[in-house]
């Protein structure tokens, strides 16, 4: 059951009326190196041994009062967002290069040390994870829940960060718990990333995989038939990108689509936009700075690929869209669930207004997180049962 905090789509417009366009993520490691081994690939977190369970945790404060930015943050959110302030340094991720953005703390980091201060365990223990190559350079790691029997159903997830920063680690969390709470084989694709490889790469990449999780789905014990895609901020441009092509190019459709605060156009002045240009992790300048990163040139972002808003979104799978009302991206994921609408696509659209773009992951801490980890876990389950 979801909480009065989350909107559905018809009840949106007004609050849009006072609200944007794009997504990252102010975060990320070093780029993974690429393994073929497909012994267990581990992953380590600072909040020490993990919880099998995702329950009531405690009770998490800020220790100031709302910034300006967002005066009706949830309180457990704000506190994320005090210590990644506080694990940052004073020059502000659009005036840094992309390698040191890859080296500075992430949300990731931020979240961590929450729940090391207040003793909160990582969640899901029970999901195993290991590599495989889908080509050259493209891992794809694969988290199993623990003891699952049978064949199962595979949701291929595409992490955030802009096409430029992040990595399969610092969506760990998201990946974990759409696995336990699907009980689905999860796979989460590290495609190549800006500026070393420009646009079209990470969307060429993200087809690549997805074809190979077609093709190779037996071999891990996954369901070739029952098929989904999933992801975050560019991920969830990613995920579209590749239901798009998939219709184009007459491959298998995913059965199902899930777009989190995704990154749907290329207009910075959206509602959202103008209202966020101070938020964090994310606003207007940083989405700019991944633009300026990822694309060739200014025509690459009239590219359906990228503007999804204006593409022909005729005939794609069904889709559930996540939304934060503290992003600048909040108006263009409105948008486009509006336009898959009308194009005929069966589309669920849920707000939630006082958490800000990258709280999906964070539902060891944040509560909203959980109900959304929750909308999409039962969305993608209905779709692939």
Not at 43 to 70: L, Q
Not at 108 to 132: E, G, H, R
Not at 338 to 348: E, I
Request: aromatic letters at 8%.
């Amino acid at each position: 059951m979801l909480t009065s905090s989350v909107l559905r789509w018809r009840q949106v417009p007004a609050l849009l009326a006072g609200l944007g366009l794009l997504a990252a993520c102010n975060t990320n490691q070093t780029a993974e190196t690429a393994t073929t081994s497909p012994a267990n690939d581990s992953v380590a977190t600072a909040a020490g041994t993990m919880s099998a369970t995702n329950g009531t945790t405690a009770a998490v404060k800020p220790t100031g009062p709302a910034p300006a930015w967002a005066p009706n943050i949830a309180p457990e959110m704000l506190a994320v967002i005090e210590k990644l302030d506080s694990l940052s340094g004073p020059t502000p991720p659009d005036k840094l290069t992309p390698a040191e953005v890859r080296k500075a703390p992430s949300f990731k980091d931020a979240l961590m040390a929450v729940m090391q201060k207040y003793n909160i365990p990582a969640p899901y223990a029970d999901v195993d994870t290991m590599s495989k190559m889908a080509a050259p350079g493209l891992k794809v790691r694969l988290y199993t829940p623990a003891g699952a029997t049978g064949t199962l159903p595979v949701v291929v997830y595409y992490h955030g960060g802009g096409w430029v920063i992040a990595n399969l680690d610092t969506y760990d969390a998201s990946a974990r718990a759409l696995a336990a709470k699907t009980g689905a084989i999860v796979a989460s694709v590290a495609y190549r990333q800006a500026p070393e490889n420009k646009f079209p790469m990470a969307h060429n990449d993200s087809f690549t995989a997805y074809q190979w999780v077609l093709k190779n789905a037996g071999s891990f014990n996954g369901d070739p038939k029952r098929i989904a895609v999933a992801g975050e901020s560019a991920g969830g441009n990613l995920a579209a990108a590749v239901s798009m092509m998939a219709r184009d190019k007459n491959v298998q459709a995913p059965k199902h689509q899930v777009l989190i605060f995704p990154i749907a156009g290329y207009d910075l002045n959206t509602p959202s936009y103008q209202q966020h240009t101070k938020s964090k992790p994310l606003y207007k300048d940083f989405m700019a700075w991944f633009f300026k990163y990822y694309l060739r040139s200014p025509a690459d972002g009239k590219s359906p690929m990228i503007d999804l808003v204006h593409a022909d979104l005729k005939n794609l799978p069904p889709a559930t869209i996540i939304g934060a009302g503290i992003d600048p991206l909040m108006s263009e994921g409105k948008t486009l669930a509006d336009n898959m609408k009308a194009a005929g696509v069966p589309v669920t659209y849920q707000l939630y207004p006082d958490v800000t773009h990258e709280f999906f992951g964070m539902g060891a801490v944040v509560p909203q997180a959980r109900e959304a980890e929750d909308l999409a876990a039962n969305e993608l389950k209905k779709a692939l049962k």
